[in-house]
């Protein structure tokens, strides 16, 4: 089962612009992680923030954390063409110990030159 | 290695078949971890290992499926008597400790599996 959904499913922009893009989740986690997929590539990690965390910078991505909410959201400022691909964001479960990640379907985001 | 590889990076096969997919974390790392992506979803669990020793194998589908890590390093998930639904990309992914879910995991390019 899906423990994270991600919202938008799908997100066109033009480049230069930020693209928003949000993971709500279920039970309580540890910490929730984003990664990237381009088409035809493996999954990539971009960012990992722990449930004690409600903000997180790597570059041009920003992550926020609300556990409260049980949701996440992935910011990319000032977004180009190469950022052209599905993200994912994956969470473990904090209540049994599972170490497995549980990924969401994905928001594919669509950067126009 | 530089990272997680995997092969063959496609596979057809004929339904009944049996496949054997390879993966080779990073050097080092402790923990390895199978999944599998439909078109369109994200990956989902299927068993991971800490060193030889498998872990948790709550997600593989069915009996057809085993994997095994014999010397703590390369894992083989095999799948007997494949079926049509059995299609979909395979991934591997390794992380350097057992804390599993708390720490990164680094993902291989995956391995398409088509069953005709």
């Known amino acids: 089962s899906q423990q994270g959904e991600e919202d938008p499913q799908a997100l066109s922009i033009q480049e230069g612009e930020n693209a928003t893009m949000n993971c709500s989740y279920k039970?309580?986690?540890?910490?929730l992680q984003w990664y990237r997929q381009n088409s035809g590539r493996g999954l990539v990690h971009l960012i990992l923030?722990?449930?004690?965390?409600r903000e997180k910078h790597s570059g041009r991505l920003r992550v926020t954390l609300d556990t409260s909410k049980k949701s996440s959201s992935l910011l990319i400022t000032a977004s180009r063409a190469a950022d052209t691909a599905s993200y994912f964001c994956?969470?473990?479960?904090?209540?049994?110990?599972?170490?497995?990640?549980?990924f969401g379907s994905g928001t594919r985001l669509q950067v126009q030159p | 290695g530089a990272g997680v590889s995997q092969s063959p990076r496609y596979k057809v096969t004929k339904r009944g078949q049996d496949v054997a997919l390879r993966c080779d974390p990073i050097?080092?790392?402790?923990?390895l971890y199978w999944y599998r992506q439909a078109l369109g979803q994200g990956p989902e669990f299927l068993t991971y290992f800490n060193y030889e020793a498998q872990q948790d194998k709550s997600g593989l589908p069915n009996d057809r499926f085993s994997a095994e890590r014999p010397e703590g390093s390369i894992s083989t998930l095999t799948i007997q008597r494949t079926e049509q639904r059995d299609s979909a990309m395979y991934r591997c992914a390794s992380s350097s400790s057992p804390g599993g879910a708390r720490e990164t995991q680094y993902f291989g390019p995956g391995t398409r599996l088509l069953v005709l």
């Open positions: 050097s080092g790392h402790v923990s």
């Open positions: 923030i722990r449930s004690n965390e």
């Open positions: 994956a969470t473990d479960a904090k209540a049994t110990g599972r170490r497995a990640l549980t």
């Open positions: 039970t309580s986690i540890n910490n």
